[in-house]
Structures are given as structure tokens and as C-alpha cells.
């Protein structure tokens, strides 16, 4: 078996504040907008990593309540050269960090809040 990493697909209220998020703030390219089933969504690039979003599909149930840890999905991590710099940089932006920068083992993390509570991990290494 040949198993290569592909895409994370992540379900957004707001289509456009997300491509701003993922473009504008973590520096991904959007490669296009896209329709995926009814649900109108794009594709973008940051890193060779690729992240589709989309908003809800027709008659599909988004359950947003989901705060508390939970089986799954738990958070999307970036490596940076400069954890420290993002952190000054997102917080005069406005953006709240549950975690800010810390040592953690070999590396210093901050953890922030993206569109749609999605935890954001970024990490530094130290070594």
C-alpha cells in the first residue's frame, strides 16, 4: 500500500472570511472556487499541503456546538521560523490565541482560534 497525504477538507460558515483566513492570514494561494456536491467551496495551497473548504451542502445539518474534546479531528498544526513573529503579527490582527508561545520538548507552539473555532497549532523547532 502507497498511501501519500492528499487534502484536508474543513466545513466552513462563511466561505469567503475562510479563504481570507487561509489566504490573506496563513499565506495560502487559492488555486480556485469550486462547487463540491450543492455546496459551493475552493481549493487551496499553503506548502504542498492542500485544504478544500465548503459551506453546507443543501439540507445537510452542521453541528457547531462542538467545543469540548472530542474523538477526531482535534487541530491543524503549520511549522513557521518565527512562532513568536506570527504571534505579534495575529494578535495585532485581531486574533485570539488560546496558547500563546511556549517551549514544548524540542519546539516552542502557540495554539490560535481560525474561522469556526478550528484550532490552529504553530510550531517552531529549537534545536
Aim: charged share 20%; aromatic share 10%; glycine share 8%.
Amino acid at each position: 500500500m502507497n498511501l501519500k497525504y492528499h487534502h484536508i477538507h474543513l466545513v466552513c460558515s462563511d466561505l469567503d472570511q475562510s479563504i481570507h483566513f487561509f489566504g490573506d492570514v496563513m499565506g495560502a494561494t487559492l488555486i480556485g472556487r469550486k462547487k463540491f456536491g450543492t455546496a459551493d467551496g475552493a481549493m487551496l495551497e499553503l506548502a504542498g499541503t492542500n485544504i478544500f473548504l465548503r459551506v453546507k451542502r443543501i439540507d445537510e445539518i452542521i453541528d457547531s456546538g462542538a467545543t469540548a474534546a472530542r474523538y477526531g479531528y482535534d487541530h491543524l498544526a503549520f511549522r513557521t521560523d518565527d512562532v513568536d513573529a506570527v504571534y505579534a503579527d495575529l494578535t495585532a490582527k485581531g486574533y485570539q490565541f488560546s496558547v500563546p508561545p511556549q517551549p514544548q520538548g524540542p519546539n516552542r507552539i502557540a495554539f490560535l482560534k481560525g474561522p469556526d473555532n478550528i484550532t490552529i497549532e504553530l510550531i517552531t523547532p529549537v534545536d
